[in-house]
């Protein structure tokens, strides 16, 4: 049956799933928005056809109208995701919601609060679960081909232009503002990963470290200005220019950027984007040395689990290459494997005559990679949203799915890795 869905908050990554109404018309359709800015409101209702009474300011101005949808995709950031949510439920709206969920361990309980209250769907935007290359993995597991996981090592890390425009330079680059840690901002999805892998286990102990000590002033280079383009006579040698970062590659990072030339074909012009960079309001032109960041640079977590396996996961900014590392250990054998590439092996111990292991090697790049028909992160996206549809309609949910309760202990663990690296003590999870 088709599904009615509303956006809440029309941002960049809302407007990703949104999409799925345009590839499975039959199955989703666009029927509402709320959104503070008009630019991005008028936009989805032009896209989806939507009238005036469908849009909205906000998600107060919504859930005040009766309910005239199935479900709501709320793409608003980090510090508003329980707090809509709440709203939205008690509206009677099931909910797709970003990641991370909420902001801390005690938004987490309201928001498993209100799920039981109401007894309505909140599914989680963890969508690496469905990228073929962690699906995959996760359904090797299930079919018991590497025997119990007892060590997971996963790697994240992220390169020094997303590093840098995400979180020195912008809208993640101090908890203040947007309420989450860099560990929980960018890799929530990678913890999530690592209670997912080891399937209903929970984990009971974590200790962390973690380091900002980069991204200072006390690095500043001599003779740096302040804003790049404006005061800086050593901006033409710096890497971390928002010329050589920003202007110079618009494609990758524009909708961190400018987002709202998004909405502009006439105004998302290169003159535009360079005056926009000198203007002292824009947060993306600072100088990288001299910002309000307050985030890690890198941290390390390590991991116990109730049946006494351990993992590590280390995430680490300002790399040159973005890479998600993945080394899972089993009693039966091992899976390795690069998200970035889409391959992964399974190795087991072979003891025949001139042999030590044999492995067999998946390449995934035909079931989609992250330009690919399915959507970003390695084909997760589009994957994600049409679960969230199936789900709602009643059929049942993939080896992937993040409803509240299975994304809960992530979360849970991520907050208490960040209270360790805080408090450099171990932290017991509890119930
Ligand atoms: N799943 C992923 O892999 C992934 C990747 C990137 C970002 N995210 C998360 O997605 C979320 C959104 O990120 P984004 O980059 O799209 O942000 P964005 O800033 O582009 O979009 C958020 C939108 O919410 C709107 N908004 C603010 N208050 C509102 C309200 N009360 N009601 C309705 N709308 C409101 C804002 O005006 C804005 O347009 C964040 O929580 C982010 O952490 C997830």
Known sequence: MIKKVIIAGAGHR?????????????????????EPIKERRDFVAKAYNLPPECCFQDVDELVNREKFADAVINGTMDALHVETTVKLLDAG??????????????????????????????????????????????????????????????TEHVSYH???????????????????SFLMAKSCHDLDLIVWLKSGIKPV?????????????????KNSGTLCLVDCPIEKDCIYSVRQLC?????????????????????????????RLRDPDDRNSHCVWKCDNNLMDRQTVMIEFADHALATFNLIGNCTRPQRKLHIIGTKGEIEGVLDENKFVVRHIDVSPNCEYRE?????????????????????????????????????PSISCTLLEDSIAGHKLGFAADLSAQTHQCIELND
Request: hydrophobic share 40%; net charge negative.
């Open 14 to 34: 809302s407007l990703c799933y949104a999409g799925y109404a345009q590839t499975a018309p039959d199955k989703m359709q666009i029927v509402g928005v709320a």
């Open 93 to 154: 709206y099931e909910v797709l919601l970003e990641k991370p969920f909420a902001i801390n361990h005690a938004e987490v309980i309201e928001l498993e609060e209100a799920v039981k209250r109401t007894g309505r769907i909140v599914m989680i935007c963890h969508v690496l679960r469905y990228a073929p290359f962690y699906a995959e993995i996760k359904q090797r597991i299930l079919n018991g081909d590497i025997g119990r996981i007892v060590n997971i090592q996963a």
């Open 162 to 180: 997303h590093y840098v425009v995400g979180y020195v330079r912008g809208k993640w680059r101090n908890k203040e503002i947007s309420g989450s």
């Open 205 to 221: 102990r974590v200790s962390s470290f973690g380091v900002a000590d980069f991204f200072c002033r006390a690095n500043a280079p």
């Open 247 to 275: 202007l110079n590659h618009p494609e990758r990072w524009g909708a961190y950027i400018w987002p709202e030339l998004d909405y502009s074909a006439e105004l998302n012009t290169p003159e535009e984007r360079e005056r």
């Open 360 to 396: 067999e090697c998946f390449n995934l790049h035909h079931m989609g990679d992250t330009t690919g028909a399915m959507g970003g992160h390695g084909g997760g996206d589009l994957r994600l949203i049409k679960d969230f549809i199936d789900v709602i309609n009643g059929e049942p």
